[in-house]
């Protein structure tokens, strides 16, 4: 499976915009991008995944670049409740491998 | 609608104990997965599940055994405890679908300490 490549922390005022970015130069044409979040003492948490066009939904919008080389998680409006470990995996029909993922500080 | 309901919540055992943890979902999915996560790690994959009857190895299987006897339910024992697998243990289901690999929900995990 390849692999992904995420900052180990961002920090984001409240209420502004968080783009959080992922790097998967090795990505195959079939694998498809998935964001998922864990809280602090929760289980990861879907928030969205896309294979070539950008996607929106109700908790963020993800944008991929042309060569899908590249992808960015959007958090339009950051909360104190967004503040979490954000992981960007790449799957296909294997198996999910989570990483290290980025660690969201959100600033009141 | 529980979700995915894990059972215990937290255990402490000692070397060479066993035990089983048990995972339960209400929504009919047929992928069911089990992962551990050490702490500032990310999640790896234990041993996962396409259908009743069925599993399979993942990532780090070593010193683990699943079953699958019902649909809903997804055990993962440990035969002989040991301290390294001090850990989170988190349950996942998923539906099967089409259109590429299906969001995973996830439980709150077992905490698991082997003295």
């Known amino acids: 499976d390849a692999k992904t490549t995420q900052p180990n922390s961002m920090e984001s005022n409240e209420e502004e915009p968080v783009h959080l970015p992922c790097n998967h130069s090795?990505?195959?044409?079939?694998?498809?991008i998935h964001w998922y979040r864990q809280l602090p003492s929760q289980g990861p948490e879907y928030v969205i995944h896309?294979?070539?066009s950008n996607v929106n939904n109700r908790m963020a919008s993800l944008a991929i670049a042309e060569d899908r080389k590249s992808s960015t998680l959007i958090l339009h409006r950051a909360t104190l409740r967004d503040a979490a470990v954000y992981y960007c995996?790449?799957?296909?029909?294997?198996?999910?491998?989570f990483g290290t993922g980025t660690s969201l500080t959100v600033i009141p | 609608n529980a979700g995915v309901t894990q059972t215990p919540k937290f255990r402490v055992l000692k070397t060479g104990q066993s035990m089983t943890l048990l995972c339960a979902q209400d929504?009919?999915?047929?992928?069911m997965y089990w992962y551990r996560q050490d702490p500032g790690m990310g999640l790896r994959l234990i041993h996962y599940?396409?259908?009743?009857?069925?599993?399979a190895k993942g990532e780090v299987p070593d010193g683990y055994n699943v079953s699958r006897l019902k649909k809903q339910n997804f055990l993962l024992g440990l035969e002989s405890a040991a301290p390294s697998q001090t850990s989170v243990y988190f349950c996942?289901?998923?539906?099967?679908?089409?259109?590429?690999?299906?969001?995973?929900?996830f439980g709150d995990g077992t905490r698991l300490s082997i003295l």
């Open positions: 996942a289901s998923s539906y099967s679908g089409t259109g590429g690999p299906q969001p995973q929900h």
């Open positions: 090795t990505i195959s044409g079939t694998d498809y």
């Open positions: 896309g294979l070539t």
């Open positions: 995996i790449l799957r296909d029909v294997g198996q999910f491998y």
């Open positions: 929504m009919n999915h047929e992928y």
């Open positions: 599940s396409v259908g009743e009857g069925t599993t």
